[in-house]
């Protein structure tokens, strides 16, 4: 089993920065794509980006592409988040999830493991 754990997260103005981080103490974490999405209250969690066990594929949702940048580095069990330009509009809970296959998906469906999430907010 994959433990995720997710931080980074914070309060931060439009246009600012923030890198989020999804650790495991798993072994075989360079086994699992990892995918991120975030949920907004109301809303339902949507995708963000993933990227493969090898890291030769990157994707993102058009919403914050050119914004945001998918890495991992396996020996560090970690996968990272660094997102720029921050709008209002992704402020959420952000979530990292696992998957046992080579490639990462776009749907929640798709994933098996999950970490507890990390509050971003941005302000106006």
């Known amino acids: 089993q994959v433990q995720l754990v997710e931080s980074g997260g914070g309060l931060v103005q439009a246009g600012g920065s923030l890198r989020l981080s999804c650790a495991s103490s798993?072994?075989?974490?360079?086994?699992?794509?990892i995918g991120w999405f975030r949920q907004a209250p109301g809303k339902e969690r949507e995708f963000v980006a993933s990227?493969?066990?090898?890291?030769?594929?990157?994707t993102y949702a058009d919403s914050v592409k050119g914004r945001v940048t998918i890495s991992r580095d396996n020996a560090k069990n970690t996968v990272f988040l660094q997102m720029n330009s921050l709008k209002p509009e992704d402020t959420a809970v952000y979530y990292c999830?696992?998957?046992?296959?080579?490639?990462?998906?776009?749907?929640?469906?798709?994933?098996?493991?999950w970490g507890q999430g990390t509050q971003v907010t941005v302000s106006s």
């Open positions: 999830a696992g998957r046992g296959a080579v490639r990462a998906g776009f749907s929640v469906a798709e994933y098996d493991y």
């Open positions: 798993g072994s075989i974490f360079s086994r699992y794509a």
């Open positions: 990227i493969s066990r090898n890291a030769f594929t990157t």
